[in-house]
């Protein structure tokens, strides 16, 4: 991990204990996440950018071996005053976009390129995709200070696979109040003419059409949002578990940019 000078810039470093349990929880249990690591046969995970202190990389390294209990978890900070000593079986070094010259069977990026401009996000998306193992998994995401509202993406080597929103479900009034912490990506695409403006546009109205089943808990009326957008045509991803979070996950093609950057 040594002898490679790293890629990117330092970022504000903002975390917190559990800000990151949402896209954790939804990691767990993702199929696609839980297959590229049931088949390496060394699973090793890096934690790009967790900030002034390591404690959402040690908490998903405690939930991530739930699925994968001998995997290996490396914490990766640009700021070497960042670097601190391992613990609980986590590494942590210094590094950027390079990946410190790792090869990892799943990479997660949190409030990292939130900091960066738009044109920015496609060279940084195709330097850590090359840095994979075969068959590894990039999470781009975004949440806000406390983890209630997050977003993230989920790619593979070959690019983009699916968008996810997470919410806390007593703390959103309508799915479009997620808006604000959408990836980097999409977060200036909330627009006319753009699929994922068209996406949250048809999630509210579609709580809307759920408001019937209020009165049972913003939980229930979620789960009957869904049903809602799949009945729309929305090719929302089936929940295979109840779900604590209110969470919407789409395929990339529903939300990809329609129009260049500005």
């Known amino acids: 991990m040594r002898g490679q000078r790293p890629v990117g810039v330092v970022t504000r470093g903002t975390t917190g204990i559990n800000r990151l349990r949402r896209s954790d929880r ?44 001998d995997l290996r978890m490396v914490g ?21 976009f390079e990946l410190a ?17 738009e044109d920015a996000v496609d060279s940084a998306w195709a330097q850590l995709r090359a840095g994979l193992a075969p068959g590894g998994l990039l999470i781009d ?9 997050c977003a993230w993406v989920l790619l593979d080597e070959d690019g983009p696979l699916s968008l996810t929103l997470a919410w806390s479900p007593f703390h959103v009034s309508t799915p479009s109040d997620v808006a604000e912490r959408l990836p980097k990506a999409l977060i200036h695409r909330n627009i006319q003419g753009e699929g994922i403006h068209e ?26 949002t869904l049903e809602h957008l ?16 209110c969470v919407l996950s789409v395929p990339w093609s ?9």
Do not use: K
């Open 26 to 69: 939804w990691a767990m249990h993702d199929p696609t996440v839980a297959r590229a690591l049931a088949e390496a046969p060394d699973p090793l995970v890096v934690d790009l950018g967790y900030g002034a202190m390591p404690v959402t990389t040690l908490e998903f390294a405690a939930r991530l071996r739930t699925v994968r209990p």
């Open 76 to 96: 990766l900070e640009i700021d070497p005053d960042r670097v601190v000593p391992g613990r609980d079986g986590v590494e942590f070094a210094r590094g950027g």
């Open 101 to 117: 010259g790792l090869r990892p069977n799943l990479v997660r990026a949190f409030n990292v390129l939130r900091q960066y401009p």
């Open 141 to 149: 995401g975004t949440c806000d200070e406390l983890g209630r509202r």
């Open 199 to 224: 996406l949250l546009q048809a999630a509210d109205r579609a709580w809307a059409t759920a408001a019937p089943y209020a009165s049972f808990g913003p939980r229930v009326r979620w789960r009957a």
């Open 230 to 245: 799949r009945e729309q045509g929305v090719p929302v991803q089936a929940q295979r578990r109840r779900m604590r979070d």
């Open 254 to 262: 529903v939300v990809a940019p329609a129009m260049a950057a500005v």
